[in-house]
Every structure is written in structure tokens, then in C-alpha cells.
């Protein structure tokens, strides 16, 4: 049996669903879309990650020949309702970026321990344009949403590749839209018509971005009021784009079975709990499905704080109030802003007087800005 059978019949019995491989050549393509677009990549540019330099895999990784690009289908089970529409899915699925110590972390190192098996030198910390590798392996075609899509499981997966110095048989190209002709559900659904042409995604007004990369050290933590509005209740991540596709309605109505962990986690989980979080909560129920991209609580806490003001129930009303008194500014500004979205007489009164004692300027500024939205 050749090396690419032995490697791509490994990455499938330990869970993978599709497996293509390329040269590791540049991507000239991706190098110049990002470069074009740099003041909306800006923060992903200038992040560790260096996708520029990445782009070009031999800069990182001199004698690597060789691509190995996989697909992981993370819709197999469940997604709880008490979820959909707060977490977006991959994260329930806690496959993105996960620690080495849990299943979807272990799989990239069971890879890359058999890889080393087989004889191979496998690259490390190469932040590959996945979804171009993907398509150039053959195993997915793009969706006007920029999404990446596979055969028999849409766009509920997550792609992960190994860099590796071992010549293989490489396959063909799908590089390519897969979409029907004439449809743009995604673009039309989209609440911040973040997708501003087919496979052209604006970051800065994308409300996944927003719930995860509005962070001091990333794109700075404000997030605009015109996009806080837009974001219902998704507290990390959204699936709007990829809910109302047609190529994944067959996925979305599957019969599938209960994720046990999920169903204990949605009956626990609630966004005035996410507000002020006990260190329970924190570390059993935010932790397992979102410490990927936020690590500090106070993000958390303000994502909570927008859905709550979203969500308008004045019974969220005594939640904020023990929010205006958090150490971080962050959540005290943010939950100002969620009692003027959710208005009456009793949040305004306690806006007044929290006014009176706040020291922060900025938190001033958005409890200013709350009770003048409420007349
Ligand atoms: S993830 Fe949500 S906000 Fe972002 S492009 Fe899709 S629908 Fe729009
Ligand atoms: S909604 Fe339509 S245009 Fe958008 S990704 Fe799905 S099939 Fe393509």
C-alpha cells in the first residue's frame, strides 16, 4: 500500500470524513485578496498567525513537498435548541481549536504522531488558507457565503491540514462555487449585510467577528451600536448564513442523536448566568464551548450583557443592575447600554443614580448615551 493510501485511510478511521492532498506550494491567489483587502484583515494580518507569510509554506518550512488537508464533519449529532441561536455550532461541537487534552485536539495530534510514524517531518504552527487548500484538494467547493462546503455535509465542518516533507499523489481541484445558479439566501439573510458580494466577506460588520474578535489586543473591545442591535442573542458566533442554505437543509433536518454533554450543558445555561458568572458556571459551561478566541471573562460577560438588552424582558432588568456594579468597565458599560435597550421607568431610575456614582468616563458616556435613547 502507497504512503498517501496508508495516510488517508489513517486520517478516516480516526474520524476524519474526507482527506486530499497537494503540493505545498504558495498561494499567490490568497496572498493577493488579503493584500487587497488588508484594512479589514488588518487585525488578522498582524496577528501571530502571520497568514501572509503562512501563505507561502516553504518560508516556515523549507523542505516541505507536500499538503495534507482533512475534513471533519462536526454535525453529527444534536444541536440543542436551548443553544442554536446563542453558540454557533462549531463551538458547541468544541471543535475549534480545541486543547490536545480533549477528542477534537487529540485527532490533529493522532495525525501528525502517525505522520512522524510513517517517516515524516510534519510543519508546525502553519496557518494554512484552509478553505483554498481544501478546494484545491478536491474535497470541498466554496459557498457564496464564503463558507466551504462538502459533499453530504455541507458546511458544518471543520477543516484542519498537515504540512509535511514526503512527496505524495496529489489530487484535483474543486476550486470553485458550488452553489445553485441565481441563489443568495446568505447574502439576503445576513442582519449586517456583512457578505458585500459573493465570497467577499467584510470582518468588521460579520456579528461572529464581533461576539469574539472585538478584543483590546485584536480590533479593540467596542462594538458598534448599529451591530449590537443586529445581534439577537448570539453571545459567540453565528450560523445565520449557513442556517437558511439550501445546500444544508438536508444536514439541518437529519435524524440525529443527543450530544449527552450538550443536552447537560443547555439545561444549565442561561444568559443572565453568562452576566454575572458564578466560577462553576465559568469554568463547566462558558469554558468547554468558547474558550477558543475569547479568554477573559469580562468578553463573555459583555456578549451576555447585548443579548440580554436584545432580548427586552424587564425581568433581565435586576441581573444588569448587579452587572453596573462589576469591576470591568467593559461590563458595566455594556449593561448600561442593555437597560436603556430594554427602557421603562425602573432601569432609567437606576441609570440616574448609577450615574451619579460611576467614575469611569467611558461608562458615563454609555449610561449618557442609554438615557438619552430613552427619552
Ligand atoms: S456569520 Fe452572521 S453576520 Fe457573519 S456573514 Fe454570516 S449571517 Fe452575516
Ligand atoms: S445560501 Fe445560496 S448562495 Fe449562499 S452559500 Fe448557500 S447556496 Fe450558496
New binding site residues.
Given amino acids: 500500500m502507497s504512503l498517501t493510501t496508508q495516510i488517508k485511510e489513517f486520517a478516516l478511521d480516526i474520524g476524519y470524513s474526507k482527506v486530499g492532498i497537494i503540493p505545498a506550494d504558495s498561494f499567490p491567489e490568497y496572498m493577493a485578496d488579503l493584500t487587497k483587502r488588508q484594512e479589514m484583515y488588518s487585525f488578522y494580518i498582524k496577528s501571530p498567525s502571520r497568514p501572509l507569510v503562512a501563505a507561502e509554506p516553504r518560508s516556515l518550512m523549507p523542505t516541505a513537498k507536500s499538503i495534507i488537508t482533512t475534513v471533519y464533519d462536526y454535525a453529527q449529532k444534536n444541536f440543542p435548541q436551548e443553544l442554536i441561536g446563542k453558540i454557533g455550532r462549531i463551538y458547541q461541537a468544541r471543535c475549534y481549536n480545541a486543547p490536545p487534552e480533549r477528542i477534537n485536539g487529540a485527532r490533529p495530534e493522532l495525525m501528525k504522531n502517525f505522520l512522524r510514524k510513517m517517516g515524516c517531518q510534519v510543519g508546525e504552527k502553519i496557518s494554512l488558507p484552509e478553505r483554498l487548500v481544501a478546494a484545491k484538494a478536491g474535497i470541498v467547493t466554496y459557498g457564496r ?2 463558507f466551504a462546503y462538502a459533499e453530504g455535509m455541507g458546511s458544518f465542518i471543520y477543516l484542519t491540514s498537515f504540512v509535511v516533507d514526503k512527496e505524495l499523489e496529489y489530487d484535483k481541484p474543486t476550486v470553485e462555487i458550488g452553489c445553485p445558479e441565481g441563489c443568495s439566501a ?1 447574502m439576503k ?7 458585500y458580494e459573493p465570497l467577499k ?1 467584510d470582518p468588521r ?5 464581533n461576539t469574539f474578535m472585538t478584543q483590546e489586543r485584536i480590533a479593540g473591545s467596542h462594538i458598534d451600536p448599529e451591530i449590537r442591535t ?1 445581534m439577537g442573542t ?1 453571545v459567540h ?6 442556517e437558511v442554505c439550501p445546500r444544508n437543509q438536508a444536514k439541518l433536518k437529519a435524524n440525529r442523536s443527543d450530544d449527552e454533554f450538550l443536552v447537560k450543558v443547555a439545561r444549565d445555561f442561561s444568559l443572565t448566568q453568562m452576566l454575572n458568572p458564578t466560577d462553576e458556571f465559568y469554568s463547566t459551561r462558558i469554558q468547554p464551548l468558547m474558550y477558543n478566541y475569547l479568554r477573559e471573562k469580562k468578553y463573555f460577560q459583555r456578549n451576555a450583557a447585548i443579548a440580554l438588552g436584545n432580548l427586552g424582558d424587564p425581568a433581565n432588568v435586576p441581573d444588569l443592575v448587579i452587572a453596573l456594579d462589576d469591576p470591568e468597565e467593559l461590563v458595566r458599560s455594556y449593561a448600561a447600554w442593555a437597560l436603556g435597550k430594554i427602557g421603562g421607568r425602573g432601569a432609567k431610575q437606576i441609570l440616574e443614580e448609577k450615574f451619579k456614582g460611576e467614575t469611569s468616563e467611558s461608562v458615563k458616556l454609555e449610561i449618557q448615551e442609554a438615557l438619552v435613547g430613552m427619552g
Fill in positions: 457565503n464564503n446568505c439573510a445576513c442582519p449586517t449585510q456583512a457578505i466577506l460588520r460579520c456579528i461572529a467577528f443586529k448570539k458566533g453565528c450560523d445565520i448564513c449557513q
